[in-house]
């Protein structure tokens, strides 16, 4: 998180005209991808037209980050999300006026009213208090003549110039825009795969806008190893290894530890370790020439982001699942990828999946690299059939279940009667729970079902069999980073990988779903994921600071 300081005197944004709206909001555009998530029918004309106006009010009304922490408002992500799922008009309104604007900054115009143009673009990078001066230049961008999807991002993402520019006059700070499109959990790739799946330029010119507003802290990784601009970034691709190969031998690399690091031990997490990260990263030879390369890469990511944050918050069938907030970014980022890749050249899709594959094991490291029992994972009922009394999440849904005629198929009794597709409950639940990342997971999910969840166990280690052995880097850490105390940093057992199949992609919903609540068949919301108890910790650390700096 980033704190921040607000201008002191906020000016209030004009508001657009109503015709710039309808051309930044028009109705949503098929999925430009047949790997890109299919939608669930609406009931007729009123869903869309409460999306489109509660996304134009939020577009008008709200800053990107609703507090000082860099919190990011996710009203979009909410609204789109739901309404693709097959939410009411009504449910859509309130999710957006009752879930939140209690919480919301207002927006206002950049300090000394500045008018972001290419000339100073490099100027304001990273500053939030000129996002909307920004947000004013990406209207331009996205309305102008002739401009697509695929020319915005190949300029302002992809471009040398627009990373790193070895003809910036001295002084300029380099824009490195793809590592700010996955900063901060990843958020600005995620707002702007929206504009790219449902064809609104009105996402687009926010997902640019946000991203130039993130910082580009991670310079140590993505610039560096992406961008030729600096000689220590060549790429050389070798044979092909699989994503979940490395992610084998990152669990057996006994220079990471085995605890989830605190807010300010990232950068210096950076310093020791990013080049031994990077070193791993590297190893991903995602070089895509044809569509089917880029199917090949994809369902690599989908398995390994799925892994990481699915398996990762697992710690036996008796214990709280952990649901971890920062791996579930991940999962929710890693949807959008074919939306964003049907709009770019192949050698932007290639840069755009290795960054995606790098920021993920950075923040898997980050929260302590958990195991991979897949064994233990895997041998759990898998709902609708009942589980054992000893588990802490159930295999079936509480409350009052349906009670089946004697003619339906399987009789009255089967639990695949009473409940013959588990993703409809599931899905149910989502579009009305107030946490509005659930929708986004288990959204992400079902669709990662859709396309993998035929594939039966062993099928990975055939696939694994393949895959070039490799051993851990010789990469030294350097000096001056993150310092970790003995016994916190051990090797770990390589996961069973013949024990996984599709099905992880229901049991990963399906434990979050009972983590967070089933509210529609009666249980509270837990408050998992809750912006609320993030504000609290980070106010507390704030405090703390300011005590030991007294």
């Known amino acids: ?224 190893l992406l961008f030729p601009g600096n000689p220590d970034s060549q790429y050389k691709p070798k044979s092909h290894v699989h994503a979940l190969t490395i992610l084998s031998q990152m669990l057996a690399d006994s220079r990471f530890w085995t605890r989830i690091l605190e807010k300010h031990e990232f950068e210096a997490m950076l310093v020791s370790h990013g080049e031994l990260i990077n070193s791993y990263a590297e190893m991903w030879t995602c070089e895509i020439n044809s569509q089917e390369d880029f199917n090949r890469h994809l369902e690599e990511l989908v398995w390994a982001s799925t892994l990481m944050y699915g398996v990762g918050s697992w710690d036996g069938e008796s214990e709280e699942y952990r649901a971890d907030f920062f791996t579930m970014h991940i999962v929710t980022s890693c949807l959008f990828l074919p939306s964003l890749c049907a709009h770019l050249s192949y050698r932007s899709q290639s840069l755009l999946l290795r960054a995606h594959f790098l920021v993920s094991i950075t923040w898997w490291l980050v929260r302590g690299r958990p195991a991979l029992p897949l064994r233990k994972f895997f041998a759990a009922p898998l709902a609708p059939l009942p589980s054992p009394a000893h588990f802490k999440y159930a295999t079936t849904l509480p409350g009052i279940l349906p009670q089946p005629a004697s003619c339906a198929i399987l009789g009255r009794d089967s639990p695949h009667t009473v409940t013959p597709n588990v993703w409809y409950p599931l899905l149910q639940n989502t579009i009305v729970h107030p946490n509005e990342h659930l929708c986004k997971c288990q959204r992400a999910l079902a669709h990662f079902a859709i396309l993998y969840g035929h594939r039966e166990a062993g099928f990975m280690s055939e696939a694994l069999s393949s895959s070039p052995a490799i051993s851990c880097p010789d990469t030294p850490l350097l000096p001056g980073g993150l310092e970790l105390a003995e016994g916190e940093c051990k090797a770990l057992e390589a996961p069973e990988w013949e024990f996984l199949d599709g099905s992880i992609f229901l049991r990963v919903a399906w434990l979050t779903g009972a983590a967070l609540g089933w509210v529609r068949d009666g249980e509270p919301n837990t408050g998992a994921w809750d912006y609320q108890e993030f504000e609290r910790v980070a106010l507390e650390r704030d405090e703390l600071e300011a005590k030991m700096n007294a």
């Open 1 to 224: 998180m980033v704190n921040t300081i607000p201008p002191a005197n906020p000016i209030p944004v004009a508001p657009s005209p109503a015709e710039v709206l309808a051309r930044l909001f028009p109705t949503p555009a098929p999925p430009p991808s047949v790997l890109a998530p299919a939608r669930l029918p609406n009931a007729g004309p009123g869903p869309t037209a409460a999306l489109l106006k509660t996304l134009k009010d939020n577009h008008e009304r709200s800053h990107v980050f609703f507090n000082y922490y860099s919190f990011h408002n996710h009203a979009a992500h909410h609204l789109l999300a739901i309404w693709a799922l097959g939410a009411s008009g009504p449910l859509i309104t309130a999710a957006y006026e009752d879930t939140h604007l209690d919480h919301m900054r207002d927006a206002f115009q950049a300090p000394d009213r500045v008018v972001i143009s290419d000339d100073n673009f490099h100027d304001y990078l990273g500053d939030e208090n000129y996002y909307n001066a920004y947000l004013d230049y990406f209207h331009k961008v996205v309305l102008a003549p002739g401009a697509t999807i695929s020319s915005t991002l190949e300029k302002y993402i992809f471009s040398s110039e627009y990373n790193i520019n070895n003809s910036l006059a001295s002084g300029k700070q380099q824009p490195e825009m793809l590592n700010r499109f996955v900063e901060i959990l990843i958020h600005p790739l995620i707002h702007t795969g929206y504009g790219a799946e449902f064809g609104l330029p009105g996402m687009l010119a926010e997902g640019l806008s946000q991203a130039s507003v993130h910082p580009a802290r991670a310079t140590v990784l993505v610039s560096r």
